[in-house]
């Protein structure tokens, strides 16, 4: 049986209360990086931007957000295969970046694909803002300032 | 079995090694006495168990969050604002010790040694005796035995060791006191207070004094405490002991006198009442790693268990002499309960100073003293409310709405352009205490001990529901004349409990007919046994209480040495 019509392929972290398979893994993977794309910077592949946004649904989505985040990530690619004529893990990166444009636009796109794709975003920017990278090179984090200026001139700040 | 290494014997024992059985611990030991400072939960030694204290923010799984399922199996914890992925493991979880909420009401506890001086808010406001004359002016509760003269000397002896940042304000509703410097306020709140000194009688705003030492003096030094460093992340615990908790100041300093016994894992099953001699000898433990029973005898004991397992402590502490609970002759043990107000809120926005912005951290804000009510009755509620003043500017990456690839990247690798100045304030009002509002012990349920549960059964009265209102209406008319704008506000309509002041239920009173402790915090009924910590509140006024409950604890250990020195106990 050729390879490519197994269906539920492995993830690849451990999941406790979504389930999703190895191919809607790929699928985030794609996604994330489609968001937040690697370029002199770390993006979406570097930072593992898709794992952490499934263990971050799996651990702290309530139970109605996580299946509606569930149906969301089915629905998403079920719109790709409408909209580019092939999964988004298959389409062209011309073809992904249009799918996004118009869910951007939300016009007629179903809720919980917005949910899904709001969901999946906010979560790949945390990835990314919350990251070791982020937070020593663009904008560094004071473990200890030691000082507060209450008025400190906008034209001096770093 | 049985058998133990304990000494069963001590000068004194303190239960509870918080906010101020720490205190209690330390007079003792610096005296000289052999003390048993008895801890329910674990042991907590400063810095090195702090696990999360030097963590950065990409360290924590979960950027900070608490998983949810932890927040759907502990509902209340959950709701307190400091329970969070850094500091979730100094918080009793909800299903760890069950209790009984015959009204609903959100108990926030932390059993360690230490207590919930590890995870406090800092707050350091003295009372004056606009506060402590209340009830008598007012008509509710009974007299306050003391006075401030009474509490001021004890006020400036505790401030001096914690380490108090704060200004000289110089107002009669808020005495000033021992301070080290304080931190900058930003251009808002000065803005902000210029303008209701100008527009408004009796209105201000000041720094919040706030327990950090940020210019250490000998004795913080002594005591291996360095300066504050700004980092805001003080309920991980302190790497610098910047800020006051008992496990960085009082613990190790009793300890280093040699006279100390902490016993961590001893939870207080009652206080040991002789009736020959007419007075308590001791306290039942029981260790929770072994589950074994123990005796503890000392003539002095202090009762520091956080307000309302103080009074469980007594309510099962039962005799023939005080068959309803331990100095409990009048039934009132448990009963006039209060709290602090915490449900409303306001928010906006101030359109100048965009030429400002702030930069570092600090560990407090601004804060605006009781200004109802004050001199003389005004409103058709009784007392008032204080209020925290925060600002900040927003320095967002704005919205990335319709962003996404290099767009996105490109805003989010920016420099962040300054956003709106931000403004907030929440209330912090006055409650009444009431014969209504109890605690008790359940008939049927028990915990792990066999110790029954507490019973909680307290709400809020007309007069909490129109004091919010008038916070709504004064702080956003307040507001609105500065010239804030988009104002919100909010009645969050909370259960009591989220304050994490409640207060009350042994309280203090000149008459033993209408209270339970006299002036010097001992009960009335059985004079070595002495409570100060948030259980002995006659009244609540609005300023968060641990700097009284330390200064209460202070006077009445030193009155207790006095009266032990002359065999008076």
Redesign the interface.
């Known amino acids: 049986m050729p390879s490519c019509l197994q269906q539920d392929s492995k993830v690849s972290l451990p999941l406790k209360n979504i389930q999703v398979n190895g191919d809607q893994e790929r699928m985030m993977a794609e996604l994330t990086e489609?968001?937040?794309?690697t370029?002199n910077?770390p993006?979406a592949m570097v930072l593992s931007s898709h794992l952490f946004a499934l263990?971050?649904v799996d651990?702290?989505?309530?139970?109605e957000e996580q299946e509606k985040f569930i149906k969301g990530l089915q629905q998403f690619d079920e719109l790709s295969k409408k909209k580019a004529g092939s999964s988004f893990v298959k389409a062209t990166a011309a073809q992904r970046?249009a799918l996004?444009k118009e869910i951007?636009?939300k016009k007629d796109i179903p809720e919980e694909v917005l949910a899904f794709y709001n969901a999946t975003?906010r979560l790949t920017?945390?990835s990314?803002?919350?990251?070791?990278y982020?937070?020593t090179k663009?904008?560094p984090?004071?473990?200890?300032?030691?000082?507060?200026?209450?008025?400190?001139?906008?034209?001096n700040?770093k | 079995m049985g058998v133990t290494n304990d000494k069963l014997k001590y000068d004194a024992i303190v239960i509870g090694s918080g906010m101020s059985g720490g205190w209690a611990a330390k007079e003792f030991c610096e005296k000289g006495l052999k003390t048993l400072l008895l801890e329910r939960g674990r042991d907590v030694k400063h810095i090195k168990d702090y696990p999360t204290t030097?963590m950065?923010?990409?360290e924590f799984?979960?950027?900070g969050?608490?998983?949810?399922?932890i927040q759907?199996d502990n509902p209340v914890v959950s709701k307190c604002y400091a329970f969070r992925e850094d500091t979730m493991h100094f918080f009793v979880k909800d299903v760890e010790h069950p209790y009984v909420q015959e009204k609903p009401f959100d108990w926030i506890r932390g059993y360690q040694v230490g207590g919930k001086s590890i995870m406090w808010a800092r707050q350091t406001q003295r009372w004056s005796d606009y506060d402590f004359e209340g009830p008598a002016r007012d008509g509710f509760a009974v007299d306050w035995p003391i006075r401030y003269k009474d509490i001021a000397p004890w006020y400036s002896y505790v401030e001096k060791f914690v380490g108090i940042s704060g200004n000289k304000d110089g107002l009669a509703t808020l005495p000033d006191g021992e301070f080290l410097p304080a931190?900058?306020?930003?251009?808002v709140?000065?803005y902000f207070k210029d303008f209701l000194a100008k527009s408004y009688k009796d209105r201000h705003v000041i720094y919040a004094r706030c327990a950090h030492v940020t210019k250490p003096e000998p004795i913080h030094i002594e005591q291996g405490r360095g300066?504050c460093?700004?980092?805001a992340l003080c309920q991980r615990g302190c790497p610098?002991g910047g800020y006051f908790n008992a496990n960085s100041t009082t613990i190790p300093w009793a300890q280093k006198t040699g006279n100390l016994t902490l016993r961590p894992f001893s939870v207080v099953h009652s206080i040991i009442y002789d009736e020959k001699k007419g007075k308590a000898t001791g306290v039942r433990v029981i260790d929770t790693n072994t589950k074994e029973m123990i005796e503890f005898f000392a003539p002095v004991i202090f009762l520091n268990a956080a307000a309302l397992n103080t009074n469980l402590i007594l309510l099962n502490s039962t005799s023939s002499r005080f068959p309803n609970g331990l100095g409990n002759d009048n039934g009132l043990l448990g009963k006039y309960i209060a709290f602090h107000n915490y449900r409303a809120r306001i928010s906006g926005k101030y359109d100048g100073?965009?030429?400002?912005?702030?930069?570092?951290?600090?560990p407090t804000s601004a804060y605006i003293p009781r200004f109802r009510n004050v001199f003389k009755q005004e409103t058709d509620f009784l007392r008032g409310y204080a209020a925290g003043f925060n600002s900040f500017r927003e320095s967002v990456?704005q919205s990335?709405?319709?962003?996404?690839?290099?767009e996105?990247?490109n805003k989010?690798?920016a420099k962040?352009e300054?956003g709106d100045w931000n403004v907030g304030s929440h209330m912090m009002g006055e409650t009444i205490p009431k014969e209504t509002n109890y605690v008790t012990l359940d008939k049927e349920k028990k915990d792990e001990w066999g110790i029954p549960q507490l019973k909680i059964s307290v709400v809020y009265d007309d007069n909490d529901e129109k004091m919010t209102k008038d916070f709504i209406e004064q702080m956003t008319e307040m507001y609105t004349k500065a010239g804030f704008t988009d104002i919100k506000t909010s009645d969050s309509k909370n259960s009591p409990g989220l304050d994490i002041h409640e207060m009350g239920g042994v309280r203090m009173g000149h008459d033993p007919k209408t209270s339970v402790l006299n002036k010097w915090n001992q009960l009335h009924a059985c004079p070595n046994v002495f409570i100060t910590d948030g259980a002995c509140m006659t009244s609540t006024s609005t300023q968060n209480p641990s700097l009284t409950y330390m200064a209460f604890t202070a006077r009445a250990a030193d009155y207790a040495l006095s009266q032990l020195k002359k065999g008076e106990l």
């Open positions: 489609t968001i937040l794309p370029d910077t993006g263990m971050m651990d702290c989505f309530k139970k970046t996004l951007e636009n975003k920017i945390q990314f803002t919350g990251s070791r982020f937070l663009i904008s984090y004071e473990m200890a300032p030691g000082r507060f200026h209450g008025s400190f001139p906008v034209a700040f | 030097n950065y923010p990409w799984k979960h950027g969050q608490v998983p949810a399922k759907e931190w900058e306020l930003t251009c709140e000065n300066q460093q700004g980092r610098f100073f965009k030429e400002f912005t702030t930069d570092g951290r600090r990456h990335t709405d319709g962003l996404f690839g290099e996105l990247k989010l690798t962040p300054p």
